[in-house]
Structure formats: structure tokens, C-alpha cells
């Protein structure tokens, strides 16, 4: 799997290129000791794996603080689906399974 981990200062321009290559976003924002953190990479395996139109920005929360308060995020792990700059799909707190995940990125 290839996140790609971005910071407060390349995030917009980022995320603006994925939207431009077609990409559906998942921002999966953590902290690096996060158990629950690393059991959604497990299952954003599965669905990178599986998807050639995603793209997982990953947002390190305790280093991005602007851009994690930027989305609302109080807990770790948070993911955000975005099919383009003013559409989201989910905003969830959490873990997910794949299949969960799968079946929100089919709906958009």
C-alpha cells in the first residue's frame, strides 16, 4: 500500500491533484502509536488493493494539527471520503472494515 503522507503545508495542493487525476480521497488521519489506527490500515489494504481510483492521503494528526482541525477531527482514527472538493461521502471516527468501506465507495 502507498499512502501519501502529507503535512499542513502540501495537503491542499495534494489533495487538488488527486481530485484532477479522478481520484476518490480517503484521508485517513492517526498517530503513530494508535492500535485502532493501524487495524483500519489493515483493512485500507484491502480496499487500495481492490480500487485503482483511490488515493489514501495519510494526515499524521499530531504534526498536521491545521488540517486535522480543518476536518473536525477529535479522535484518532478518523477517515474522510471525498469524491471531489464539495462532495463527501463519509466522515467516520473509528475502524471500518474493507467491505463497509467498499460498499460507501460503490454508493458515490
Known amino acids: 500500500m502507498a ?3 502529507v503535512d499542513d503545508t502540501d495537503f491542499q495542493q495534494i489533495l487538488e491533484e488527486e481530485f484532477h487525476k479522478g481520484q476518490i480521497v480517503i484521508l485517513k488521519f492517526y498517530t503513530q502509536m494508535c492500535d485502532a489506527c493501524m487495524a ?3 483493512e485500507l489494504e484491502d480496499v487500495d488493493d481492490e480500487n485503482e481510483n483511490v488515493s489514501v492521503l495519510a494526515v499524521d494528526c ?3 494539527e491545521y488540517t486535522a482541525s480543518r476536518f473536525s477531527v477529535v479522535q484518532v482514527p478518523t477517515m474522510v471520503i471525498m469524491k471531489d472538493a ?3 461521502l463519509l466522515h467516520k ?3 471500518m472494515l474493507s467491505q463497509d468501506i467498499e ?3 460503490n454508493q458515490g
Do not use: H, K, P, Q
Request: charged share 30%; hydrophobic share 35%.
Open 62 to 64: 499530531s504534526e498536521c
Open 3 to 5: 499512502y501519501l503522507e
Open 86 to 88: 464539495t462532495t463527501t
Open 93 to 95: 471516527e473509528g475502524v
Open 103 to 105: 460498499e460507501i465507495l
Open 40 to 42: 483500519l490500515d489493515m
